[in-house]
T-cell receptor, first 112, second 113 residues
Framework: GQNIDQPTEMTATEGAIVQINCTYQ??????LFWYQQHAGEAPTFLSY????GLEEKGRFSSFLSRSKGYSYLLLKELQMKDSASYLC?????????????FGKGTMLLVSP | DVKVTQSSRYLVKRTGEKVFLECVQD?????MFWYRQDPGLGLRLIYF???????EKGDIPEGYSVSREKKERFSLILESASTNQTSMYLC????????????FGPGTRLTVL
């Protein structure tokens, strides 16, 4: 079966850096997504990694190691508005279709 | 700007009722998905569709069915609602081929009494 693990909750201070880890055990791996979801809102796309290495996009970066089944999302210069749930999702190819399997999400609380 | 809309933000139904949740996307996407999201369980895939009139079961299809008569519209049907189907339901769409970003609607919070 598919298994995706990420911490349930994290706390950090405004202006700091936080790293949210995600480990996965899946078959048919076709890439890894990170989504941000504010309370009561829809998930929104943050990043996508399919090759090993770091992808940087402004204050957010995402890293992937396929051999280790590991990814992390790095958030720099934290702002209060970054308080949200962060969802790790693995893209799986199955019989020609691509679907996403999500982790349970990491709730990040940024305090002043 | 990409747009996925869902027919209701909040819905209250009674046990045994037939419930329709509608999702419409304006991005001409081939793929559409229905998820439910529950505390402690995350997002789980119920059904998806990769073309008009085509459907595939996701991880938790029991108690649900779907309909895709037009490319832009994907409906989730609860034939006989039960209290354990109280949840947040999220619709998403994506372009075809490969691992493409899914775009989500705002969600429908369904309560079954």
């Amino acid at each position: 079966g598919q298994n995706i693990d990420q911490p349930t909750e994290m706390t950090a201070t405004e202006g700091a850096i936080v790293q949210i880890n995600c480990t996965y055990q899946t078959s048919g791996f076709n890439g890894l997504f990170w989504y941000q979801q504010h309370a009561g809102e829809a998930p929104t796309f943050l990043s996508y990694n399919v090759l090993d290495g770091l992808e940087e996009k402004g204050r957010f970066s995402s890293f992937l190691s396929r051999s280790k089944g590991y990814s992390y999302l790095l958030l720099k210069e934290l702002q209060m508005k970054d308080s949200a749930s962060y969802l790790c999702a693995v893209s799986l190819m199955n019989s020609g279709y691509s679907t996403l399997t999500f982790g349970k999400g990491t709730m990040l609380l940024v305090s002043p | 700007d990409v747009k996925v809309t869902q027919s209701s933000r909040y819905l209250v139904k009674r046990t045994g009722e037939k419930v329709f949740l509608e999702c419409v996307q304006d991005m001409d996407h081939e793929n559409m998905f229905w998820y439910r999201q529950d505390p402690g369980l995350g997002l789980r895939l119920i059904y998806f569709s990769y073309d008009v009139k085509m459907k595939e079961k996701g991880d938790i299809p029991e108690g649900y069915s779907v309909s895709r008569e037009k490319k832009e519209r994907f409906s989730l049907i609860l034939e006989s609602a039960s209290t354990n189907q109280t949840s947040m339901y999220l619709c998403a769409s994506s372009p075809p081929a490969g691992a493409n970003t899914q775009y989500f609607g705002p969600g429908t919070r369904l309560t079954v009494l």
